[in-house]
């Protein structure tokens, strides 16, 4: 498959480039930082500097020419306020479906947040809260479009090694998860198109990763 993934140099995201690209995978990386590119050559993905808050719909699909998938794991990040929370974590999702919609790619794997499916807590963190709505606005954005979408809402994030081992279910308890865990899922999911027009979410737990991929695409 040739795969484009949106926030290509995150701890997520580099990650999956390399698994993917040590399949045999070919990966498209978009990024706004140049100076990352050298890093994602080095993972075996190649680079395409892009800023995905300043791109049209039209100039991206235009660049995604042979892709067969697209992974949404772009997000405003740490430290960023409350308006980027809108412009990445929710509008970026929405044009790279649009891109893709118009490229004819049909498989859209997005990364969410837990906590989308029921409204914020009253005592929520405000630019969290923004976050949260931003996931939950990009998630209703791409369950009303013709994709074969994915949506996946992992647990609180850890650099712990990979376990291998996790629990994926449409609801789970929340609970942590290892970032290389959640790339190999994101992995597994690109080749199950059974698990298309769902919501799951991730934790760690005891099922092999490639057997709770298999159980969740039913």
């Known amino acids: 498959m040739r795969i484009v993934i949106a926030g290509a140099h995150g701890k997520i995201a580099r990650p999956l480039g390399r698994l993917l690209s040590e399949r045999g995978d070919q990966v498209l990386g978009i990024i706004r930082n140049p100076d990352h590119a050298a890093d994602l050559e080095a993972d075996g993905v190649e680079p395409l500097v892009l800023d995905l808050e300043s791109t049209g ?90 994709l074969q979408w994915t949506i996946l809402r992992p647990g609180r994030l850890t650099d712990d090694e990979p376990t291998g081992r996790v629990t994926l279910a449409e609801e789970v308890g929340r609970d942590e998860v290892t970032r290389r865990d959640v790339a190999a899922v994101l992995a597994a999911l690109l080749l199950e198109p059974g698990t298309s027009g769902r919501a799951l979410e991730l934790v760690g737990g005891d099922v092999a990763i490639t057997d709770a991929v298999r159980a969740a695409a039913g």
């Open 57 to 146: 719909a039209a100039e991206l699909a235009g660049r995604l020419s042979g892709v067969d998938a697209a992974v949404f794991l772009a997000g405003a990040g740490p430290g960023s306020g409350a308006p980027r929370k809108d412009t990445v974590d929710r509008g970026a999702s929405a044009l790279l479906a649009d891109a893709c919609q118009q490229a004819g790619i049909r498989r859209f794997v997005q990364v969410s947040s837990m906590g989308t499916r029921t409204p914020n807590p009253p005592d929520v963190d405000p630019v969290f809260g923004a976050y949260l709505d931003a996931k939950r606005a990009a998630e209703e954005d791409l369950r009303g479009r013709d």
